[in-house]
């Protein structure tokens, strides 16, 4: 099995209400992927609701293999999600690991 962890970082120019609905429409388009994409074996988004902490989103997943990771980075369902944060991400940090 992998876990696959991301964790994104928002612009921090953004305007609030506009960033919570970012932060919102991107965790109701994630965690609607297992429907559409049937090798995640789980998923869940985490919205930080510590404003002292630097990273806005948190993303974790599970997946057979990283071959399946890799056809989740690329497959259409998943790629339009993610490009609701294109214009106001600053950062993204992942760590993928076996167990």
């Known amino acids: 099995m992998v876990k696959h962890i991301v964790l994104f970082q928002l612009d921090p120019e953004m305007e609030a209400g506009r960033k919570a609905e970012v932060m919102e429409a ?5 965690e609607a ?9 789980k998923i869940e988004v ?16 599970e997946f057979d293999t990283m071959d399946d990771v890799r056809a989740y980075s690329v497959h259409p369902k998943h790629v339009a999600v993610a490009a609701l944060l294109k214009d106001c991400k600053k950062a993204r940090s992942c760590v993928d690991y076996e167990i």
């Open 46 to 61: 985490g919205l930080n609701a510590n404003p002292a902490e630097s990273f806005d989103i948190a993303l974790y997943s």
């Open 26 to 30: 991107f965790k109701r388009g994630i």
């Open 33 to 41: 992927l297992p429907t559409e994409i049937p090798f995640i074996r």
